[in-house]
């Protein structure tokens, strides 16, 4: 099974801080890559596809980039609803999985 | 407006089985691939196993931690899709959501609110 790693597992930032967050995978998965929120008691939601597509609706302070083994989220400007665990999943093959994610908290 | 709704989730003791529901509505359901993902208390995301739709073949995968002791069906003419999961372990309790898959069943595009399985004597 393909093996994600994501750093930092946690950091904290201000509002209005840029915040980065690395995936990366132990073998290239082309850019079958997707990036999740999640906030306590809520399901996972999807912020990114492909790498960098980013769904629709979400802001366009999110960015993703990268393609065979690594992979960043980007969060050019944080805002207070931001906070929240963040998870990136390879679905370049099966089994799929995810990262063990990434809490970004208020400093 | 995409909804999922799981449902059956509860207590079970070590050896039991359970049965998830989930209940999908706001897009052509026999056309989804749709996929099981858990997350036990306090740690990340798993993916469980997934079920392509049925002009795609019907066919199912697992994780390996439940080949073999878990199944997944689907009833279009309901719109629904279910988990059975038997010969539970305590490392099965967790939230398990219901997921809809991007295309090809790719990413998870959409996801329930998770029911709560508990395995514990």
């Known amino acids: 099974a393909i093996q994600l790693t994501q750093s930092p597992s946690s950091l904290s930032a201000s509002v209005g801080d840029r915040v980065t967050i690395t995936c990366r995978a132990s073998?290239?998965?082309?850019?079958?890559l997707a990036w999740y929120q999640q906030k306590p008691g809520k399901a996972p939601k999807l912020l990114i596809s492909?790498?960098?597509s980013l769904e629709s609706g979400v802001p366009s302070r999110f960015s993703g980039s990268g393609s065979g083994t690594d992979f960043t989220l980007t969060i050019s400007s944080l805002q207070p609803e931001d906070f929240a665990t963040y998870y990136c999943q390879q679905f370049n093959s099966y089994p799929f999985t995810f990262g063990p994610g990434t809490k970004v908290d208020i400093k | 407006e995409v909804q999922l709704v799981e449902s059956g989730g509860g207590l079970v003791k070590p050896g039991g089985s359970l049965r998830l529901s989930c209940a999908a509505s706001g897009f052509t359901f026999s056309n989804a691939w749709m996929s099981w993902v858990r997350q036990a208390p306090g740690k990340g995301l798993e993916w469980v196993g997934r079920i392509k739709s049925k002009k795609d073949g019907g066919t199912t995968d697992f994780a390996a931690p439940v080949q073999g002791r878990f199944t997944i069906s689907r009833d279009d003419s309901k719109n629904t899709v279910s988990l059975q999961m038997n010969s539970l372990e305590t490392e099965d309790t967790a939230v398990y959501y219901c997921?809809?898959?991007?295309?090809?069943?790719?990413?998870?595009?959409?996801w329930g609110q998770g029911t709560l399985v508990t395995v514990s004597s």
């Open positions: 073998q290239a998965i082309s850019s079958a």
């Open positions: 492909a790498a960098s």
């Open positions: 997921t809809k898959g991007g295309p090809m069943g790719t990413y998870f595009d959409y």
